[in-house]
């Protein structure tokens, strides 16, 4: 249930509501928005008379909430939910551009894609430090390492870190250093993992799991939300289905669904959703279509030379030319993406560091 306070409702009427609901053994989450505060009630709600609450002074009305997610539901939160990461905001008009390599590989493959990509427009850069592979054999990512060089890319072209925490033990650290951080597809419902992460006050990218449905990858949200963390975002990344002819089924029947369902922002990945780099471009300008208010995509300096999924990703040119292109489907729809930065970055990495191999 929620309780929908009148605009203007005084502190002391909102402490008012918050001690009766806790009186009667129920968690309250007060959501604080510009004209009016909501009071999402969540556990168990058999004590609770919405009668009694209706009736309390700066109280306008209850709302049942029908939807499992309560607290991610657009119920609960009938505004957009805006993420803001060192000045970036995601959520807003903005079609937010997150970028990078699969994994980082050496500092001078994440600082020369860290300076292209933002010299082609993102605000975001990505990269995977801890890599879940589906083989143990496969590049397991560099660990710490990753994540010294994603810092040091982050200190050279001033754009926050996306990276994926896969375990409940390298959360601190992972957190140390991401500006966001990333639960991967296969991890989607690691609630272990998905309650660590509620704890702790960096925002948070949920992907959806390979065989997940949009209520669950909610409910996985939910976790998130409940233990107190906010800011999460839910990313559609492709789901598993009999189609062979690429990586995944991208989903882009998620995107409208998650933004009527929920605030939260939706974030599309068309890198992991095709598998093929010929067809993310289609597929990116159909996810700024779609609604989506970020990307995330895979860009390599040298792809076909990627220690993780070259085949998926695009090098600098051809990323700088989708920008180009998602420009125009933004404007279409009066939101913006970014234009380029030609700053003269390059010069800004000292040459040492950009030529330094791990
Ligand atoms: C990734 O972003 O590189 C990744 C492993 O994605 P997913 O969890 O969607 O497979
Ligand atoms: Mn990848």
Do not use: W
Not at 92 to 115: L, N, Y
Not at 176 to 201: P, T, W
């Amino acid at each position: 249930m929620i309780v929908v306070m009148k605009p203007g409702a005084t502190q002391a009427e909102i402490n008012a509501v918050i001690q009766r609901a806790e009186g009667l053994g129920v968690k309250t989450h007060p959501i604080y928005g510009d004209n009016r505060t909501v009071i999402a009630l969540v556990g168990d709600l058999t004590r609770i008379s919405r009668e009694a609450f209706n009736a309390m002074d700066g109280v306008h009305e209850t709302v049942r909430i029908q939807e499992p997610y309560k607290l991610s539901s657009r119920t609960a939160h009938p505004h957009d939910t805006i993420i803001e990461v060192m000045g970036v905001k995601i959520g807003g008009p903005e079609v937010v551009v997150m970028a990078g390599p699969c994994s980082v590989e050496s500092r001078a493959q994440i600082i020369e894609a860290a300076i292209g990509v933002k010299e082609a427009g993102a605000k975001i850069l990505r990269g995977g430090a801890f890599k879940p592979r589906t083989s143990p054999y496969s590049f397991q990512g560099l660990g710490v390492k990753g994540l010294e060089y994603l810092a040091e890319a982050r200190e050279v072209t001033g754009l926050p870190i996306i990276t994926e925490v896969t375990t409940v033990e390298t959360l601190p650290i992972v957190a140390e250093y991401a500006d966001i951080l990333q639960i991967g597809a296969r991890n989607m419902q690691n609630y272990g993992l998905l309650h660590a992460v509620g704890k702790v006050q960096r925002p948070v990218m949920l992907k959806r799991g390979m065989s997940g449905t949009v209520e669950e990858l909610l409910m996985c949200a939910e976790y998130i939300v409940s233990n107190g963390n906010y800011n999460v975002m839910v990313c559609e990344r492709g789901i598993r289905t009999y189609e062979t002819s690429t990586r995944n089924t991208f989903d882009l029947n998620a995107v409208p669904v998650l933004k009527q369902r929920s605030h939260l922002p939706v974030v599309a990945d068309p890198s992991h959703g095709t598998g093929y780099r010929e067809y993310v471009p289609a597929m990116s300008r159909a996810a700024v279509a779609a609604g989506a208010d970020a990307l995330i995509l895979e860009i390599h300096p040298d792809p076909d030379n990627a220690v993780s999924d070259g085949r998926q990703s695009l090098d600098l040119k051809e990323f700088a030319d989708l920008m180009t292109s998602l420009r125009r489907i933004a404007a279409a729809l009066d939101r913006s993406v970014a234009p380029a930065q030609p700053a003269p970055l390059a010069t800004v990495a000292p040459a040492p560091l950009v030529k330094a191999i791990a």
